[in-house]
């Protein structure tokens, strides 16, 4: 059963300054000025993990939410000692988010975008309107798992390839919705839910704008921090809008403020894949403008890249306090990784571990060899290596699954927004008005 809890923070914009109280949707400064990414102002200033929760909402006094859900989904940190012997790093740390029983990690959707989904949940008014998600894959089945569970009502918006993604260990509530497009790429799910969210009834979950999500993500910092007793020196993960390594920068700001961790941010190191790095074109640029592709151009190209979820063409980079900002205030740096490189550490660690890692993960770990090749990051560094997902073939071995079912399938190339957007809205007619 969730439990509620006192709201202990408020919500406030970086440009202005201005503080508000959460009313559990809201994404944006109501100020006349530029975009910018709202923040959490918790009042515990201290970083005070709570001895009785096991799962991520043992860092609530940091989490934006009015109620906890039981849950053991949380990072799981450890040293490994054969892959520091490969890399030369004696002390690089594993972040590994995903299930792995023998590590004790049971995120059932074997990505931290279970963390973001909780703390979303966490953060919603008690009656809230329909939440709208656009996703790659990963953030739809964490969604849609979560607010199965809790009959929270969900509309998942995914392109085709995300499908194979969306399996479970229970058939999903009715309260949640699964729309599939063909012919569509992450960007074009992104651009339909935002359609369907402005109708009245519907509310966008907002990705990278949502201080839940960001602040979901951020106890992967917070469970480093405490497995480690201090703070890594590099932060290394692959990202696709880069709404994990923002959270992650947020989350060291924060722990600096206790006076308890030193005074130097954790450098981030974010790694995309070679043949579609929108990030990592627009920080080499040297500018904070995000780079331009085509449409259709970018559409075949992410049809066929390693890793999918980081396809992002309009990732968060020069608005206020995302990726550019981030980079900058933490002296990092873009990468990029060759499928056939990704590739090889997807097996390297299959091997080092006996556990299976997802695309994202194996970006990052080829990211992370090549940095140390390079000698961007010193072998006697403290180095965090987000697994950002992981243990999916096993939790097929383990579990029984079953198949998502689309409640509406649509192919882009057919139809438009606008004739599509009240077809959605009717998979919802008690909410829809």
Known sequence: MEKRVSRHYAVFCPICGRHSQDDGLTLSCSRDHGPALLRSDYLVK?????????????????????????????????????LSAQLGLPNLWIAFNGYWPERGASIETATFKELEAYAVLGRLPSDPPVLVVASAGNTAAAFAAVCSRY??????????????????????????????????????????AESVAAL?????????????????????????????GQMPDHYVQAVGSGAGAIAVHEAATRLLGTGAYGRDLPRLMLCQNASFAPLADSWKSGTRE?????????????????ADELTNRFPPYAVHSGVFDVLTESSGDMLTVEQAAAEYERD??????????????????????NAVLDRRIPKEACVLLNITGGGRARLAQDHQL????????????????????????GLFPDRAR
């Open 46 to 82: 201290e970083f005070a993990p709570k001895a009785d929760s096991e799962g991520l909402f043992r860092y609530r006094d940091w989490l934006p939410v009015t109620r906890t859900f039981p849950t053991r989904a949380r990072t799981v940190v450890f040293q490994s000692e054969e």
């Open 290 to 306: 995000l780079a331009t592709f085509s449409a259709d151009a970018s559409r075949a190209v992410t049809q066929q890249v390693f």
């Open 200 to 228: 009245p009834g519907f509310q966008a979950e907002g990705g990278v704008r949502n201080i839940g999500r960001r602040d979901g993500l951020a106890t992967v910092l917070y469970a480093s921090v405490e497995a480690m």
């Open 151 to 192: 009959r929270r009502p969900c509309l998942l918006i995914v392109p085709r390839r995300g499908l194979a993604k969306m399996r479970f260990r229970m058939p999903l509530d009715p309260a949640v919705k699964l729309v599939v497009l063909d012919g569509a790429d992450y960007s074009d799910a992104i651009a339909l």
């Open 348 to 369: 390297v660690f299959s091997k080092v571990e006996s556990v299976d890692i997802e695309p994202a993960s194996a970006v990052a770990l080829a990211g992370l060899r």
């Open 402 to 425: 079953y198949d998502a079912e689309a409640a509406l399938v649509v192919d882009l190339r057919e139809e438009t927004a606008q004739s599509l957007v009240p077809r959605i809205a």
